[in-house]
């Protein structure tokens, strides 16, 4: 294919319009992305999650920027929230990324989520493989940021750094499951401000002795807009990688995260071919009006749709697949 | 596998005027009609913008002018893009613009100039029937 031939030869305009296309869903791109997928597997992929204005844009500005300087050849996608009320997006990660944009040969994506769940859309891995084709060697993933639930994030990075502030809550908050399960190195971010030390130091308690597949998670305090603390945290990040490349746990882990993305992405393209026979099925209408006449209670809505979807011999098969 | 055709807009701010209340409100109601809105954050070249351009793939690219020297910035702006061989992208300009430099601007090959007042609804119904014909 033409459009593959120029990025893996470096041409950024048609890695740009490749990645359209994979946003876009169409087959052309998802070819694409079979052909450069050979090419793929050797980049350092860095997954950037935490909640909204702890930082994350800032955090990649300056590590994009520390890397470049060191000659590393960058890649970004800061992905972003779609609205659900009109389906548009607006993209502002840019603006916090104008010392990075300087880098010689750094490439910048902006992306909607669409509705994909965990973080990313369901076109981020595509694109961080383009990325790769297109010869970046560190590819960072800007994760939506809406904290806890943004688990898939993981499944297409090497390593992931979560974002925190000082006033990220209380040791309540580390008990829940989430945000501190997705990340394999913390940082504080913000560390000008009062009580960001022991906001430090009880997440290092928190997490001592729970060694995760023989990987103590990190907790480092940095200042990103002043870019105090990130020669450390890219140290920490090379450790990291080499964790994941060389350590039999690691090797695991990234086996097993490469399996749950597949399952989300089948999920999701499932879902909307399901949605759409589905509607379209005769039977359909009269559910949802018992439903919304209060005939029959939402789950019982739900059973009824199923049955109307998955005819009776594959239901048995989906149960049973469910149980292995 | 599904498709899905958005209509992708970059919101840029050239040169060395710092007021983006507009640009922002205007990237606001585009988001709100549904299109994916980039916006370059203040203080850009006219290189950065092109650059930004390519990386993010988008259909239309929107500057926001202020500061009274929109002949000469979009006169760079497209010779950049026909260096860039982006001539593919629709351009529209808001800003502060005197309605005597309206045909200036389309003559250089703006589709859409849209000065402050202009209703969003116009803006966005501009937008969107560019989109349809291409």
New interface residues.
Partial sequence: MELVKKVLQGDEGSAARLISMIEEGLDEGYEAVSLIFPYTGKAHVIGVTGGPGAGKSTLINRLAASYGRQGEKVGVIAVDPTSAKSDGAFLGDRVRMKDAERVKGIFIRSMAHRGFPGGIAKATLGAAYVLEGLGKKVIFVESVGAGQTEMQVSTICDSVITVLTPDYGDEIQLMKAGLIEIGDIVVMNKMDRTGAAEAAEDIALHLAGRKDNDWQIPVLTIQANKGEGIEKLIATLDLHRRHMRDDAQGKFVRKERMKRLVLALFKEEAWGTLLNEVRAKEGFAGIMGKLQNREIDPYRAVRMILKLALPKKERKTARRSKRA | ??????I?VLIAKPGLDGHDRGAKVV??A????????????LHRTID?IV??A????VDVIGLSIMTGAHIPITQRLFQKIRE???GNKTVFVGGVIPSRDIPKLKEMGVSGVFPGGTPLAETIKFLQSTMLKR
Avoid: H, P, R
Wanted: charged letters at 30%; zero cysteines.
């Fill in positions: 596998m599904g498709t899905q055709k958005k992708k990237s606001l585009l988001k709100d009609a549904g299109m994916e809105v980039i916006y370059s954050g950065q650059n930004i390519i990386q993010e793939d860039k061989g982006i």
